[in-house]
T-cell receptor, first 115, second 118 residues
Framework: DTGVSQNPRHKITKRGQNVTFRCDPI?????LYWYRQTLGQGPEFLTY????????KSRLLSDRFSAERPKGSFSTLEIQRTEQGDSAMYLC?????????????FGSGTQLSVL | DQQVKQNSPSLSVQEGRISILNCDYT??????FLWYKKYPAEGPTFLIS?????DKNEDGRFTVFLNKSAKHLSLHIVPSQPGDSAVYFC?????????????????FGKGTKLSVKP
């Protein structure tokens, strides 16, 4: 499978715990995005990387959230001191970064439930 | 406030007929628009896109129309098939405002659930 891979698919945690998600993008894609989706809403942009550089962060990304993309390959999204409001589907997407016709390819997401 | 609005939460269409999904936006800086399809337990799948310099883009059974003066776009699916049943998201980007000109910082609507009945 050469698509975007996300692990784990599901994560249940207790409030206050830290969680980390992993995303493996399509290998030749230089841009990687994180989105969050809650029930009944469309995905919301969180942050994006071009290679290993984190270029943009949404105001939704509080200081409890941190994302990395070491060496411009896979990426991790960590949430510290989780809150019930963090419960959502976390989606990763990658793209080639075509400047005039950028298409994002999404993974299947990590469903986080904070109890 | 929602910058991208899909006012119909659901749409039901007979197989073989046309499906028309609508989307309105408020931000005049949006210059790139996309439609994504989503099945349960999967991530969104890219369908079709259109730049603001065009008013129509076609790909097989899917056509997207853009009316900039009305800030409205629509997705036409002809003919509709039962496998098209999914949630459809409209998304928009203001690439000129994004670092590096990224078109991937997308604002999504809430989606429209399409049901195509055999």
């Amino acid at each position: 499978d050469t698509g975007v891979s996300q692990n784990p698919r599901h994560k249940i945690t207790k409030r206050g715990q830290n969680v980390t998600f992993r995303c493996d993008p399509i290998s030749e894609h230089n841009r990687l995005y994180w989105y969050r989706q809650t029930l009944g809403q469309g995905p919301e942009f969180l942050t994006y990387f071009q290679n290993e550089a984190q270029l943009e962060k949404s105001r939704l990304l509080s200081d409890r959230f941190s994302a990395e993309r070491p060496k411009g390959s896979f990426s991790t999204l960590e949430i510290q001191r989780t809150e019930q409001g963090d419960s959502a589907m976390y989606l990763c997407a990658s793209s080639l970064g075509d400047p005039t016709n950028e298409k994002l390819f999404f993974g299947s997401g990590t469903q986080l439930s904070v109890l | 406030d929602q910058q991208v609005k899909q006012n119909s939460p659901s749409l039901s269409v007979q197989e073989g007929r046309i499906s028309i999904l609508n989307c309105d936006y408020t931000n005049s800086m949006f210059d790139y628009f996309l439609w994504y399809k989503k099945y349960p337990a999967e991530g969104p799948t890219f369908l079709i896109s259109i730049s603001s310099i065009k008013d129509k883009n076609e790909d097989g059974r899917f056509t997207v129309f853009l009316n900039k003066s009305a800030k409205h776009l629509s997705l036409h699916i002809v003919p509709s098939q039962p496998g098209d049943s999914a949630v459809y998201f409209c998304a928009a980007s203001a690439s000129r405002l994004n670092y590096g000109g990224s078109q991937g910082n997308l604002i999504f609507g809430k989606g429209t659930k399409l049901s195509v009945k055999p």
